[in-house]
């Protein structure tokens, strides 16, 4: 039993938990039946049913035509290039078609003159059985209508001769409903009759193939195109009217094209040419719709057509702008020509074409070969300037635009906070990125962010790769060519050397992040959800943080190549001998005398390098004084951890002849306490320096207790290890001398000289 029919028998909700289980295929069976009619179908459900049924069931009938519409868009989706190929064939058999039946008219005419022929020699054999006045009214009678068909062909010919097109086709229509009456009536004779409708399908074909040509004309307006097709369609050949249609919009398009090239350069022909492009394109598809509507076969050749167009634009383009500046590296010029063509190719999407993949599938390549060559410009250009740069860090000589301020003081203060402080090429370096990051910023839709990121890591890479090799120490400033020149210009002193440290970490901590920000799709917003927008982000922070990190490790490869360099001119000398060495702790228990207490003099240079970078670092890292205490921090490693891990040393130290004494333990105690207590002030001993501290001096007292001695007996407390490291650090910094010392006589301090701690401190200052 059909539940619909019960009416009111039926209550809403169950109705609804009705239709609810069945599925589209099964709703839609009933309409799908060859005897479907709309009225007994509503009458049959609404005959019993109150208002609010009614109401209910129209609300149902809505969901289901929208249901039905979304089916049918998707088949059409899923079935798009069949849909397409079985379109045109539909076309194409239509002309054929029409084609036939033009041959079926004129055969039909021929065998209907040969049998009138015959049935005019019968009349005559017969004719004496008629009267005189039968067949003088007879003739009377085909005299009539003769003339009425001579006067009909004629007043057609006049119509079409002076292009009356609407008078014309009324005047077919009159005579195609003369034909039909005459025939259900048999009111013409078959010869007359056949006259007829052959003279009305050539008087047709006669007018189709004058409209054809008026559309072909290269001054015909909107409106008489519109017209013109309009009025092919109505003579039955639509499929040819809408390829005619297509056909005049392309040959106008054409020849401005052609016009254009000639008129107009660089951004305003690429303008002037894709406005052009897209409009006629959208004018065409106003124009199908207008004439057509939505016919899924018009549709089709309509889409097919408008991607052919997209094709040869962007080849054009491709051939006459985007192709030179690819090769030229003019990233920005192709930006742009990129930005202007999908600007006007999403104006279309509202009208059902999307015809932007056809562009960034042609636009793609040429970007990114400009990328390319952008890039290795900018390595180019970053190579050349660091050649003859002085590594002396100032502000850029091109302002920044800043806000307006009412003060002296507060100009400069912004100027320092908009203004990065850096080096000559590390300004021109950040200039041509940032510029890079503006060019690619607005192409988010050919997805570049990855590439282009890739691209300038490689080029800060390089960059940085010049900064190492501008240190003095570095094995990688060889001369080229035995031409004598460096690759780069030397950093000679420690503020020169510290600037590169400066120039890296501003660079890959705050400008090129900064920069790398216009990639994000903000411009998205526009053009697609808020939560899908959201979801590309959430997707897009881990990449960045993976950037990011290792933007950090290649700044770390200059810190390393840089403390490696000054620890390496601290322990050795120029001869290549070690400095710092087992036997300046082995050689102190040979004296009877005790030594003065003082850190050993590599530690005193340590202690002095360290200060030094810190009053250079604190000038160079306004306001990223983090960077300067984990500069401070691995130079104090390397040392530490170089004598750490020194097998030479511990091998003399725990295998040598000569062992381990009382004083070279307590030398070397003094050392490390020295080192964590200096490093603990300007705060930067870490966890891990404050560790290898402390094993250096556990390593050392296993190493005494295996002589057989007690290292504790022989070690002072701690706070006097605090104590003379406190001492000399105030000694190194000419805060303290020996007069203003107070001394405990019973301490251990006591053994150290007026004289001694004078010429200690004369020695390390110097």
């Known amino acids: ?46 005959h019993t049913m109150n208002e609010k049924e009614i109401r209910h069931l129209c609300a149902y009938l809505v969901d289901l035509k929208r249901a039905s519409a979304e089916e049918m868009r998707k088949s059409v989706l899923a079935n798009y290039s069949a849909f397409i190929r079985t379109s045109k064939e539909i076309s194409d058999l239509e002309g054929e078609l029409l084609s036939m039946r033009n041959l079926l008219s004129t055969q039909a005419a021929l065998v209907h003159g040969l049998a ?30 003769e003339n009425w068909l001579v006067e009909f062909l004629d007043k057609l010919e006049v119509l079409l001769a002076e292009k009356r097109v609407e008078e014309a086709m009324a005047t077919l229509d009159e005579g195609e409903n003369i034909a039909e009456e005459a025939t259900d009536r048999k009111t013409l004779g078959p010869t007359v009759l056949l006259s007829l409708r052959t003279s009305i399908t050539e008087q047709r074909q006669k007018l189709a193939d004058q409209l054809a040509e008026t559309t072909c004309q290269p001054s015909i307006r909107a409106v008489e195109l519109r017209s013109a ?48 492009a897209f409009s006629t394109i959208a004018q065409a598809a106003s124009d199908s719709l207008t004439v057509f509507g939505d016919e899924p076969a018009y549709a089709s050749e309509l889409v097919t057509w408008a991607v052919r167009q997209t094709e040869a634009f962007a080849l054009l383009l491709k051939k006459h702008v985007l192709a030179s500046s690819a090769a030229s590296g003019g990233l920005r010029i192709a930006s742009e020509c990129v930005h202007v063509c999908l600007c006007h190719c999403y104006l279309l999407e509202a009208r059902g074409l999307s015809l932007s993949p056809v562009l960034l599938r042609h636009f793609r390549p040429c970007v990114e070969q400009a990328m390319s060559t952008n890039l290795k410009r900018i390595e180019q250009s970053s190579a050349a300037l660091a050649a003859a740069d002085d590594w002396l860090l100032a502000y850029s000589q091109v302002g920044t635009r800043l806000p307006n301020v009412s003060s002296s003081a507060s100009l400069s203060n912004l100027t320092t906070s908009y203004q990065p402080k850096l080096s000559s090429s590390a300004h021109k370096f950040n200039t041509m990125v940032q510029e890079f990051f503006e060019d690619v910023g607005p192409l988010d839709c050919l997805q570049l962010d990855g590439p282009a990121l890739e691209g300038i890591l490689q080029v800060f890479n390089s960059y940085v790769n010049l900064l190492i090799n501008a240190l003095p120490g570095s094995i990688e400033n060889e001369n080229l060519e035995g031409s004598g ?108 005398e005790e030594p003065e207490w003082f850190p050993s ?23 990223r004084e983090r960077f300067a205490t984990i500069l401070l921090m691995r130079l104090t490693e390397t040392v530490i951890l170089w004598l750490s891990d020194d097998q030479s040393f511990w091998e003399e130290v725990e295998q040598g002849q000569a062992p381990l004494g009382a004083f070279g333990l307590q030398q070397l105690y003094l050392d490390m306490e020295f080192v964590i207590l200096f490093s603990s002030q300007g705060r930067y001993l870490s966890r891990n320096l404050h560790q290898v501290i402390k094993n250096i001096i556990a390593r050392a007292i296993e190493a005494v207790a295996a002589t057989g001695v007690d290292p504790y007996s022989v070690l002072p407390e701690d706070e006097w290890f605090a104590e003379v490291a406190q001492i000399a650090i105030k000694m190194l910094t000419g805060k303290a001398n020996f007069s203003n010392v107070d001394r405990d006589a019973t301490s251990p301090t006591a053994s150290v000289s007026a004289k001694s701690m004078s010429s200690v401190h004369s020695h390390g200052s110097n």
């Open 116 to 145: 009138e022929g015959v049935r005019i020699e019968s009349l005559t054999a017969g004719a004496e059985d008629s009267t005189i006045e039968d067949i003088f009214d007879e003739n009377r009678a085909l005299s009539k209508i």
């Open 1 to 46: 039993m059909d539940t619909l029919s019960r009416g009111s028998s039926i209550g809403d909700q169950d109705w609804s938990e009705h239709e609810g289980n069945l599925t589209l295929s099964d709703r839609l069976k009933v309409f799908k039946s060859s005897n479907f009619n709309p009225g007994d179908y509503v009458t049959s459900k609404c």
């Open 601 to 623: 003099p590599v530690f005193q240079e340590l202690f002095a390098k360290l200060t030094r970078m810190a009053s250079i670092s604190t000038d160079m890292f306004v306001g």
């Open 229 to 276: 097709v309009l009025a092919l369609k109505k003579l039955g050949d639509g499929a040819r009217a809408h390829t005619l249609l297509l056909n005049s919009h392309q040959e106008k398009l054409q020849r401005n094209m052609q016009s254009l090239r000639s008129t107009l350069y660089g951004g305003a022909y690429t303008a002037t040419l894709s406005q052009l």
């Open 485 to 592: 020149n460096k690759i780069v210009r030397m950093a000679e002193n420690e503020a020169q050397q510290i600037a590169l440290l400066a120039n890296a970490s501003l660079l890959a901590d705050e400008l090129i992040p900064r920069a790398a920000m216009k990639l994000l799709p903000l411009q998205l917003t526009n053009r697609g959800d808020e939560s899908s927008r959201r979801g590309s982000d959430r997707h897009r922070v881990p990449e960045q943080r993976e950037w990011k990190r290792r933007l950090q490790r290649i700044v770390d490869r200059l810190r390393d190549s840089f403390c490696r360099q000054h620890v390496l001119e601290l322990i050795f000398t120029e001869d290549g001998d070690a400095r710092l060495n087992a036997f300046m702790y082995l050689n102190m228990d040979g004296n009877a």
